[in-house]
């Protein structure tokens, strides 16, 4: 490794098990030089795996509701004394839906958990920023990420409310990328992945049918979790101190394509069969 973040100190949100993009990214970050720690939820961190990657990468786990302002305020205090400074790059990679594990469906929501979806999923991104904006905890030129997804562009229908979910956490990237920018020279981005095999995503309906779609529709294919985690090590590293309130696709081409022949032949050979 070529030490892009040596020196540095992070917050790494979400990893819950070895399929998951932020253990990846935890993994990346600490293999560039980079000390971090380690939060999820509670209960995330009683059905998870977390123990060892923080064994493995020598990070104290901090639980913390996300949803929750003094859990968060906890977290980053806690964060600063031991990683002994403030902050240099935050990863959020949080997202739940209730209806979507309910199966229920986009045209008969239940109301209450979507509020919830929301709160997890998007408000919760807004909250960590204010607490770390109010807390004056990241340092100058420091970079925050948060995972994001193209459905907050374009339709998919079994993506369901997750989808104005995306949509939302993207709106705060650019509007609170403004204030840290203009007062602390931090920059917020949002980083919209190709569909990956982790937990969460292999939940949603339809998703193995989806995967080799997009797989076949992008000219690189899709995007691995490993590779999004360098690439998330590149945004938090110095290398891109001029990169802020952007939505940056890392989906192999995935969002500028219309049509490919590779999955105009595949439909076609199934017509046939």
């Not at 003094?70 to 990863?91: A, N, Q, Y």
């Not at 369901?160 to 949509?167: D, G, L, V, Y």
């Not at 590149?234 to 890392?250: A, E, I, K, W």
Request: aromatic content about 10%.
């Amino acid at each position: 490794m070529n030490n892009l973040l040596k020196g540095k100190r992070g917050i790494i949100f979400g990893a819950l098990d070895e399929r998951s993009i932020a253990w990846k990214v935890a993994e990346q970050c600490v293999q560039q030089g980079a000390s971090i720690t380690l939060t999820n939820a509670p209960a995330a961190l009683r059905f998870g795996q977390i123990d060892e990657l923080g064994k493995q990468l020598g990070a104290e786990i901090i639980p913390a509701d996300a949803t929750n302002l003094e859990d968060l305020e906890t977290l980053v205090t806690k964060s600063m004394e031991i990683l002994g400074g403030k902050i240099d790059f935050v990863l959020h990679s949080i997202g739940m839906s209730v209806n979507i594990r309910k199966k229920r469906a986009y045209t008969d929501l239940n109301y209450d958990w979507m509020q919830k979806t929301y709160d997890v999923s998007a408000v919760s991104f807004h909250k960590l920023m204010q607490v770390l904006y109010k807390l004056d905890a990241m340092s100058d030129w420091g970079s925050i990420l948060a995972l994001s997804y193209i459905a907050a562009q374009r339709v998919f229908p079994d993506y369901s409310e997750m989808a104005e979910s995306k949509s939302l956490l993207e709106s705060y990237a650019r509007s609170f990328g403004y204030h840290f920018g203009e007062t602390k020279k931090v920059r917020v981005n949002t980083i919209s992945q190709s569909p990956t095999v982790t937990t969460a995503g292999s939940g949603v309906g339809g998703f193995d049918v989806f995967f080799q779609y997009s797989d076949k529709m992008s000219p690189l294919g899709n995007a691995s979790a490993d590779a999004c985690a360098e690439y998330c090590a590149v945004m938090f590293s110095d290398m891109t101190r001029y990169v802020t309130m952007q939505n940056l696709y890392h989906d192999g081409g995935f969002s500028k394509m219309g049509m490919n022949p590779a999955v105009f032949e595949m439909v076609c050979k199934e017509d046939e069969e």
